[in-house]
């Protein structure tokens, strides 16, 4: 089945033309790689997906149904997760209070005056097995503002899977971080991709991250679809080579 | 964890112990009980713009509008009505809090600046309304002729007019329902969305909070809370005026709040004490009051960014 169907969108932002005419089909169970030289629209692409603004043409399909005009708000609650490039958390709150507050959202009690015992504990649980997961548990009285990047956007993604996401979407999840930090999302990513069987599709720079983890490869230049394949198709494709080593080819 | 705990239900104690016991030792200070009273009404409003500001994230310049709504309101049951302090403060309240629901709904989607422009336009609207139509609001002179009403227990009688202290209990009663729910509010679920806003609008919506429609039930709670103050303050002074609906008294409101601490939950409280206190000891020194007071915020602004109560706070973290 086919999780997310992208259908030829474009983004123009006045004579600027970001995105052009991109298509993608991503399968249930699949990680997908988003990459890409600077200024490919990698991220304006993203954005078109999750809803931060509508494409100027094309449709999004989320599990067969017609996104496109829907706000970012309301993918979310049909089951579409992301996270951002610079890490948007809540700083001033522990961990476990950043986490809970996905938690409450997603079980529908964003309302609620107030929880019952039962609904209470299902909530601790959800974060307990979720801090768990990210390896946060021993952070989960800190405050997130306080904690090294890597544990912030730990902390991002731990709060997008409380929403039990059908698509992750994660945008460049090693950017600005070291080797350590790198390795250890990057372990993570793989982690639910492979065992809690995440639907995900990633951008990323790091050719070493995104040749581990990718199924599939899609390669944006100039806004416009390059190329798309396995990551050995795309490492012996020559018009990648190219976009990134330069446009001597 | 538990020195925590232990710690934050020794100050709930030590503040309302303060409260309750505050005709006894007001007078010692050269306060009276009328100036006590005076000071809780102002606090929950206070607390109620701050349950905007601090908790929501969202500047209202223009709350007068729904305190001054109260106090119309109070006035009018009481004048026309129903000669009972309590219906009077339902009265205030629901036309406050409706007026604030419905008007709430066109600005959800106004922000920082904005935000605060249309509030203050939305009040100021008010004020011009009672200022000019003298045969229902009594104009410029304020709204007079209506008096708190003893308050009918059924086993007995209390007399709220002549009986500045049991005026004030019954204030106190009031202050305590209100602040008690706010409490509450904040510590549910939907205040912790009020809460996700304030830290991070965009990280909210991509959790699936409709932050609009969070936003406008925040802003809707404010303006009864804030009515409700505004009723509690016509029935203080057996008064209303226009003045209660001037932007200058929701800056009022705002500064204390910013000078008690916005981040905190009492901070305002500390805020009205002090700007209160300070205007009627000033105010009998010097006509030029305001001055001393804009000072001491200048003051507290620059160096104490995060309000008396956010200093002591971390002085006693550190």
Same mark, same amino acid.
């Given at each position: 089945m086919n999780v997310l169907e992208v259908k030829n969108v474009s983004k123009r932002f006045g004579n600027l033309v970001a995105v052009r005419d991109v298509s993608l089909t991503v399968k249930k169970g699949e990680l997908r790689a988003v990459i890409g030289p600077n200024g490919a629209g990698k991220t304006t692409f993203f954005n078109l997906i999750s809803g931060f603004f509508p494409p100027s043409?094309? $449709?999004?399909?989320?599990?067969?149904?017609?996104?496109?005009?829907l706000s970012a708000q309301k993918r979310v609650v049909l089951g579409m997760a992301?996270?951002?490039?610079? $890490?948007?958390?809540?700083?001033e709150l522990s961990v476990y209070e950043n986490v809970r507050i996905g938690a409450e959202s997603a079980a529908g009690f964003r309302l609620r005056p107030w929880l019952s015992a039962v609904e209470k504990s299902e909530i601790r649980n959800l974060v307990d097995e979720t801090l768990a997961l990210c390896g946060l548990t021993d952070k989960a009285g800190r405050l997130v503002g306080e904690l090294a990047h890597g544990h912030q956007r730990a902390t991002e993604i731990a709060m997008a899977l409380t929403l039990r996401p059908r698509l992750l979407l994660l945008d460049e999840? $090693?950017?600005?971080?070291?080797?350590?930090?790198t390795y250890e999302i990057t372990q993570l990513v793989r982690r639910l991709h492979r065992d809690s069987n995440f639907t995900i599709v990633l951008i990323e720079h790091d050719m070493r991250v995104v040749f581990h983890l990718a199924d599939f490869i899609t390669v944006l230049d100039q806004g416009a679809l390059l190329a798309e394949g396995t990551p050995k198709e795309i490492e012996a494709n020559p018009a990648v080579q190219a976009a990134y080593l330069g446009k001597a080819a | 964890m538990i020195k925590g705990r232990t710690s934050r239900l020794l100050v709930l104690a030590a503040i309302w112990a303060a409260l309750i016991a505050a005709p006894y030792w007001m007078p010692l200070f050269g306060g009276y009980t009328a100036l006590g009273s005076r000071?809780?009404?102002l606090a929950l409003g206070a607390m109620s713009v701050n349950f905007l500001l601090g908790f929501t994230g969202t500047l209202s310049f223009g709350h007068a509008a729904w305190f001054g709504?109260?106090?119309?309101?109070?006035?009018?049951?009481?004048?026309w009505f129903a000669l009972s302090s309590p219906l009077g403060l339902l009265a205030g309240t629901l036309l406050g809090g409706i007026a604030g629901t419905l008007l709430g709904a066109l600005l959800v989607r106004r922000r920082g600046v904005y935000f605060a422009m249309v509030t203050i336009a939305f009040g100021q609207v008010f004020y011009y309304i009672a200022f000019q139509w003298s045969s229902v609001t009594g104009g410029d002179d304020g709204l007079r002729g209506f008096s708190r009403q003893p308050l009918h227990l059924g086993f007995t009688t209390i007399d709220l007019l002549n009986n500045a202290d049991a005026f004030y209990y019954f204030v106190l009663v009031c202050f305590a329902a209100a602040v008690g729910l706010m409490g509450f509010i904040l510590r549910s679920p939907f205040g912790r969305t009020m809460i996700a806003i304030r830290e991070n609008e965009r990280r909210a919506r991509f959790l699936g909070i409709p932050v609009e429609l969070h936003i406008w039930i925040a802003f809707s709670l404010s303006c009864f809370f804030m009515a409700f103050a505004g009723a509690l303050y016509a029935e203080l002074n057996n008064f209303a005026d226009p003045r209660v609906l001037h932007y200058a008294l929701s800056g009022d409101f705002v500064i204390m709040a910013v000078m008690g601490g916005m981040r905190t939950f009492w901070g305002p409280l500390l805020g009205a004490i002090v700007f209160v206190v300070l205007q009627d000891y000033l105010s009998s020194v010097t006509v030029n009051w305001m001055s001393f007071i804009g000072i001491l915020i200048v003051l507290i602004v620059l160096f104490f960014p995060r309000g008396i109560l956010g200093l002591i706070r971390q002085r006693s973290a550190a």
């Open positions: 043409a094309g $449709t999004v399909i989320f599990e067969d149904m017609d996104v496109t005009d992301r996270t951002f490039q610079i $890490t948007e958390i809540f700083p999840p $090693t950017s600005g971080m070291g080797d350590q930090e | 000071v809780l009404v709504l109260g106090a119309y309101g109070a006035g009018f049951c009481l004048k």
